[in-house]
């Protein structure tokens, strides 16, 4: 496919409208909403959420990880290992955005807001509710470091098996557990013909959410 071709590519979205008086107040709560409509029309991946970090040279980066989540609607939760680069990342610079896209419903949803580490008893609990090769998986990989060969980490996975093969479930490491974003902004974009777009944006203020809405 050459340049004008892939310029060409263009989708019409007509399917639905997004008005001011369509949402809840509670952003986290319109995006529970929204991600039981996307739920009900069995999308792919509806939990998959881009999550955009920054380094301290101010490197931003991006990653496809799963929402986990929506914890009394305070924010998105999310686990990973806490030595990865995002993980790195976070512990430096605790901003962090992200954004679904749900194209079957022509819907995105950005959010921003502040990262915060949850309890360790609550990467415990999800840890050991995992399957177990998951946890095995979790164990045996030095996430985002450079290895050898695909034979050194399908070894560290036999290793880690063997060690702990007599429990059930395995103990959580202490390198890996979740992560809360605490919502300021958040994004409802929903896709209209001659893209001409619903946004409506929620900012908080401190004290309460304000809704608005954007040109698109």
Request: charged share 25%; net charge neutral.
């Amino acid at each position: 496919m050459n340049d004008q071709q892939l310029a060409d590519l263009r989708q019409t979205y007509s399917q639905r409208t997004l008005t001011e008086a369509d949402v809840l107040p509670d952003p986290v709560a319109q995006f529970r909403r929204w991600l039981d409509e996307a739920l009900a029309a069995r999308l792919d991946e509806p939990t998959a959420m881009t999550l955009a970090t920054v380094d301290q040279a101010g490197q931003p980066a991006a990653r496809i990880v799963l929402l986990k989540g929506l914890p009394h609607n305070e924010g998105f939760l999310f686990f990973t290992n806490y030595d990865s680069r995002k993980g790195r990342e976070l512990a430096t610079s605790p901003l962090a955005a992200l954004t679904f896209f749900w194209p079957g419903l022509e819907r995105q949803v950005r959010v921003e807001g502040r990262v915060e580490k949850v309890p360790e008893s609550d990467s415990t609990t999800y840890f050991q509710s995992r399957p177990r090769s998951s946890q095995i998986g979790a164990w045996a990989s030095p996430q985002s470091q450079p290895i050898a060969s695909r034979d050194y980490l399908e070894q560290r996975e036999q290793q880690v098996a063997a060690r702990f093969a007599d429990q059930q479930p395995l103990p959580r490491p202490e390198f890996w557990g979740g992560y809360l974003l605490r919502p300021h902004r958040v994004e409802f974009w929903q896709g209209r013909p001659s893209r001409l777009h619903d946004r409506i944006v929620y900012e908080h203020t401190g004290a309460a959410w304000n809704r608005h809405r954007l040109a698109p």
